[in-house]
């Protein structure tokens, strides 16, 4: 996925520099249409990892000039699986099958264990299953989800379902069930 936005005329001459491309060029005070051949992709796969201690190591390590995202992820938390740290081959991929608010499926091939980076922001309330398995949830890159995946073909969901929204339903329900005891049990007074 590469990115497109809209910016005024006087932008396109510092647009251009920084490498955009104009798909629609700006014309009589109208904004243009660019898009941003380097981008990162929405998914992607990495085998480099770099294990950080908290966020403002993670963040000082993606601010950093030799950061390469779509080369290395960098974590905050230890891995299980050893991914050997070697690159990417053709073959290996990972397609955005589906994305909705709350869920994001990506079709998965890697020849040996990777990690899955997708570039939609880590919140509190995502899981992550591959295949039917559930499977820990990384930060990566200090503000993306990513997955440890094995070998073969998979796909990947993403779901977010917090649990504020099972407590809420679960008090509302409850709430619900008291109102109507209270009303059957009530005490009725009868017109005389």
Same mark, same amino acid.
């Not at 998914?43 to 080369?71: G, I, N, Y």
């Not at 929204?165 to 049990?185: P, R, T, Y």
């Given at each position: 996925m590469?990115? &497109?936005?809209? %910016?005024?005329?006087?932008? =396109?001459? +510092?647009?251009?520099?920084? *490498?955009?491309?104009? /798909?629609l060029?700006? @014309?009589?005070?109208a904004?243009g249409?660019?898009?941003?051949?380097?981008?990162?992709?929405?998914s992607?796969?990495?085998?480099?990892?770099r294990?950080?201690?908290?966020?403002?190591?993670?963040?000082?390590?993606?601010?950093a000039?030799?950061?390469h995202? &779509?080369d290395? %992820?960098?974590?905050?938390? =230890?891995? +299980?699986a050893?991914?050997? *740290?070697?690159p990417? /081959?053709?073959?290996? @991929?990972?397609?955005?099958?589906?994305?909705t608010?709350?869920?994001?499926?990506?079709?998965?091939?890697?020849s040996?264990?990777?990690?899955?980076?997708?570039?939609?922001?880590?919140?509190?309330?995502?899981?992550?299953?591959?295949?039917?398995?559930?499977?820990?949830?990384l930060r990566?890159?200090?503000?993306?989800?990513g997955v440890?995946?094995?070998?073969?073909?998979h796909?990947v969901?993403?779901?977010?379902?917090?649990?504020?929204v099972?407590?809420?339903?679960?008090?509302?329900?409850?709430?619900?069930?008291?109102?109507?005891a209270?009303?059957?049990?009530?005490?009725?007074?009868r017109?005389s």
């Amino acid at each position: 996925m590469r990115f &497109t936005g809209s %910016a005024p005329e006087g932008w =396109a001459t +510092t647009l251009e520099g920084a *490498g955009l491309v104009p /798909l629609l060029p700006p @014309t009589n005070g109208a904004d243009g249409l660019w898009r941003n051949p380097a981008a990162a992709p929405r998914s992607f796969l990495v085998r480099r990892v770099r294990v950080v201690a908290d966020p403002e190591a993670a963040f000082a390590a993606v601010s950093a000039p030799d950061f390469h995202p &779509t080369d290395e %992820a960098v974590v905050e938390t =230890a891995l +299980t699986a050893d991914l050997g *740290g070697g690159p990417i /081959l053709p073959a290996e @991929t990972a397609h955005l099958l589906r994305a909705t608010a709350t869920e994001v499926v990506v079709a998965v091939h890697a020849s040996s264990p990777a990690v899955l980076v997708v570039t939609d922001t880590h919140y509190p309330g995502w899981r992550v299953r591959v295949g039917d398995a559930p499977a820990a949830l990384l930060r990566v890159d200090y503000a993306f989800r990513g997955v440890v995946v094995p070998p073969g073909p998979h796909e990947v969901t993403f779901e977010y379902a917090p649990r504020s929204v099972a407590w809420g339903a679960a008090l509302s329900a409850l709430g619900l069930l008291l109102a109507a005891a209270l009303w059957i049990l009530a005490p009725r007074t009868r017109p005389s």
